[in-house]
């Protein structure tokens, strides 16, 4: 459990990451509030949060390749053992398959987005548009550094407070499978924030991506709701330009949902009912989750990899799984 694991469990855990995962969220399995299980032996580690009879699963068991099914075999067990249930949220491809070995529901349910940076310029005309947005904000007086957050804590907050607000009274903020600033871990990440005539308008969070696509998680982003048009994507290209400069390899853009399905991903093991239910949302449910606003800022830094993305339901997709999901994170 996260608070009784000692330091130096903590710091093996980071290291696990570091070594083993391949999800370009995985950064996020060191958020507050995450239980981990482990195994002795067994070079990795589960990462979980408790939602009632169903144990919500972020990602794979971040672990060797040589342990990780014993170690997902034995996740479930464990969870059996306490009458509870597996969720798998966020899984790659092959934790997918894992999962689906294992006899589980698995459905694909959005995809993730990445982009190359050592050869990314926004010359060309696929770019006249962005390039035109990140222009209007440099000549509103933007202004773009990279900071420390407990030296702007206060701005940050403020920012935080008047975007949620500006959501509507209903909103409430995402849980678990979003990153946070501040922290232990804070000093692995990075953050982005734009300023004008002195005064912080926006900001960008950056966490760092391990395997076999390096670089950078483009995380959490909040703006002013009264900032000028292009401030989120001056900052962006800020960032890049610095990842570039320091060899980062790439840039993900992170899970979203509802986006980038596509028939030819799903596997044996899917739901057909899920399936139509997740298109259904996709075409339908801007209410729900706002998908396509999403996509399309990602997309308007044409992606190089869209990479698909699944959930796994232990005994079958059912009403009390998925309420336990939108409770876990915070949707309802």
């Known amino acids: 459990m996260p608070d009784s694991l000692r330091p130096e469990d903590r710091a093996t855990i980071a290291s696990v990451l570091e070594r083993h995962a391949d999800n370009p969220s995985a950064f996020l399995a060191l958020n507050r509030g995450n239980e981990y299980?482990?195994?002795e032996g067994l070079d990795g580690f589960v990462?979980?949060?408790?939602?009632?009879?169903?144990?919500i699963q972020f990602g794979g068991p971040f672990a060797d390749a040589s342990c990780r099914r014993e170690l997902q075999t034995r996740f479930v067990e464990h969870a059996h053992g306490?009458?509870?249930k597996v969720i798998g949220a966020q899984l790659q491809r092959a934790d997918a398959e894992l999962f689906a070995g294992l006899g589980h529901t698995v459905n694909q349910v959005g995809a993730s987005y990445a982009v190359g940076l050592p050869d990314f310029s926004l010359r060309g005309k696929r770019f006249v548009r962005l390039r035109n947005k990140i222009s209007r904000a440099l000549r509103a007086g933007l202004e773009i550094t990279e900071v420390d957050p407990e030296k702007c804590a206060d701005e940050i907050e403020n920012i935080n407070?008047?975007?949620?607000?500006d959501k509507g009274r209903h909103t409430k903020e995402l849980a678990f499978l979003i990153g946070e600033i501040g922290g232990e871990w804070q000093s692995l990440r990075k953050l982005y924030v734009g300023r004008v005539d002195g005064t912080a308008i926006a900001y960008v969070s950056y966490a760092p991506v391990y395997g076999s696509r390096p670089g950078w998680l483009h995380d959490l982003s909040r703006r002013l709701p009264d900032s000028p048009p292009g401030v989120m994507e001056?900052?962006?290209?800020?960032?890049?330009?610095d990842m570039r400069t320091s060899g980062a390899e790439w840039l993900h853009f992170g899970f979203t949902p509802f986006t980038g399905l596509d028939g030819a991903h799903e596997l044996p093991?899917?739901?057909?009912?899920?399936?139509?239910?997740v298109r259904f949302v996709a075409e339908h449910g801007d209410r729900v989750y706002p998908a396509k606003s999403q996509l399309e800022y990602k997309s308007k830094w044409c992606p190089d990899a869209v990479l698909p993305e699944y959930f796994a339901f232990d005994g079958g997709?059912?009403?009390?799984?998925?309420?336990?999901?939108?409770?876990?994170?915070n949707i309802v």
Request: with cysteine; glycine share 2%; aromatic share 10%.
């Open 161 to 165: 407070r008047q975007w949620l607000r």
């Open 37 to 39: 299980f482990t195994c």
């Open 47 to 55: 990462c979980y949060r408790v939602q009632g009879r169903r144990w």
């Open 234 to 241: 001056a900052i962006n290209s800020q960032a890049i330009e």
């Open 317 to 329: 997709l059912s009403p009390r799984s998925l309420w336990s999901v939108a409770r876990a994170t």
């Open 269 to 277: 093991a899917a739901s057909p009912m899920a399936a139509r239910v």
């Open 82 to 84: 306490n009458r509870c």
